[in-house]
């Protein structure tokens, strides 16, 4: 069995930094990309940041220069340095990764974690 856990998330003051983990355990084959997504209250999750297999990176504009994603392939996990945040990243955000289980190498899936809170407030 395949999950992803995240940790990371809280309160913060507008302009504060918060850093988000997601660590993919189990019986994991390949994972071929990992990322975040937000969803705040009467809105559609959206995607926040992602990351491929070989390092390939996509932001939404609204995080551009503010957030970056990165990963620590050996230990399965990736990360969400949030800078400079704003009233409106309050949202709960979501570990996402596209990847295949060992079980049944030749397909790949996605894969969600449970979601932390992030609130920026003063």
């Known amino acids: 069995q395949v999950q992803l856990v995240e940790s990371g998330g809280g309160l913060v003051q507008p302009g504060g930094s918060l850093r988000l983990s997601c660590a993919a355990s189990?019986?994991?084959?390949?994972?071929?990309?990992m990322g975040w997504y937000r969803q705040a209250p009467g809105k559609q999750r959206e995607l926040v940041a992602a990351?491929?297999?070989?390092?390939?990176?996509n932001y939404a504009d609204s995080v551009k220069g503010r957030f970056t994603i990165s990963r620590d392939a050996a230990k399965n996990t990736v990360y969400l340095q949030m800078n400079s945040l704003k009233f409106e990243d309050t949202a709960v955000y979501y570990c996402?990764?596209?990847?295949?289980?060992?079980?049944?190498?030749?397909?790949?899936?996605?894969?969600w974690g449970q979601g932390t809170q992030v609130t920026v407030s003063s």
């Open positions: 996402h990764a596209h990847m295949s289980a060992e079980s049944d190498y030749d397909s790949s899936y996605d894969y």
């Open positions: 189990g019986s994991i084959f390949s994972i071929y990309s």
């Open positions: 990351i491929t297999s070989g390092g390939s990176t």
